[in-house]
């Protein structure tokens, strides 16, 4: 629905892009650290705050397409190519979870992000423990709590970019669409 | 974007992380040995209750010490499973996603190299 071609406008593009941009830095910037969480699958998820802010700005399957090429991207630029489908099931997961959370009404963005986290380490561990051994669910309350830990972290940098019209514009991101 | 934080908010998140922890009153086996797989495959398995160093043929050297087990060694970019620590009890596992290593504690008793 939002794929289709004559939706693709310029500005679209042009902003799709910057986002992009954006997200594959924070990703660079995520790897450089010199702290890094000791469980694997659990990152702090900077790059989630673009991933979010697409979600709501434009729709799911934006949101989704968005996401799975972020993870692509990420994976080539860094060189991590053996974590990518780790990266991309997680991912999957998480946007369509936090899709889902975010038509239900009874949520806020709060619920979003940090389900969006745990679910990005849920479909982790699904990879690990097809591709390598089912006993990574033993580490699930370990990643369950940082990454609910992470998601709430990663909610405050989005509702300080909620407050500029630059980033959500008050009528919705519809004028977005527009060219 | 201007939407206030609900109490639905935290009894959804309490839940989510509930369901995480579920998986810690899963019943617990006392853990006898270490088995090594790369790439989901058993390439060692040690008895716990014999200090030994495996290593492996991409460099990765693990230690298995006091009961304990840990990656010492690893050649991989991020050096998570070296982070990671000991392990010890049955179900415990180090992974090393990079050179796809998981390094598991089991209950049963078998020693020796496999494959
Ligand atoms: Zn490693």
């Known amino acids: ?179 | 974007m201007r939407e206030k934080v609900k109490i639905w908010d935290f009894v959804l998140i309490a839940i989510l992380v509930a369901l995480c922890l579920s998986v810690w009153f899963l019943p617990k086996e006392q853990g006898n040995t270490v088995s090594i797989s790369v790439d989901g495959t058993v390439v060692a398995v040690k008895n716990l209750d014999q200090d030994a160093v495996v290593d492996l043929s991409d460099g990765t050297q693990v230690l298995v010490e006091n009961r304990t087990v840990r990656v010492v060694h690893s050649t991989c970019p991020d050096h998570l499973c070296e982070q990671m620590g000991k392990i010890s009890a049955c179900g415990q596992v180090i992974l090393c996603v990079p050179n796809r290593i998981s390094v598991e504690i089991r209950g049963e008793g078998v020693d020796g190299l496999v494959g």
């Open chain 1, 1 to 179: 629905m939002v794929l289709s071609v004559n939706k693709l406008s310029p500005r679209k593009i042009a902003r799709m892009g910057l986002l992009m941009a954006a997200a594959l830095i924070l990703s660079w910037v995520e790897a450089v650290l010199p702290f890094q969480i000791p469980i694997p699958g659990v990152k702090l998820g900077f790059a989630n705050i673009i991933t979010l802010v697409v979600l709501y700005q434009y729709s799911f399957p934006t949101a989704l397409l968005f996401g799975i090429l972020r993870v692509l991207l990420s994976s080539l630029f860094l060189g991590r190519l053996s974590g990518v489908l780790f990266g991309l099931c997680g991912t999957l997961l998480s946007v369509c979870g936090m899709a889902f959370l975010k038509r239900c009404r009874c949520f806020s963005s709060l619920s979003v992000s940090a389900a969006g986290a745990i679910l990005h380490g849920v479909g982790q561990l699904t990879v690990a423990s097809v591709l390598l051994t089912p006993s990574v669910w033993t580490m699930l309350p370990l990643m369950g709590i940082s990454s609910a830990f992470c998601g709430i972290i990663t909610w405050i940098p989005l509702k300080i970019l909620g407050r500029y019209e630059v980033v959500f514009p008050s009528d919705g991101g519809k004028s977005l669409n527009k060219d």
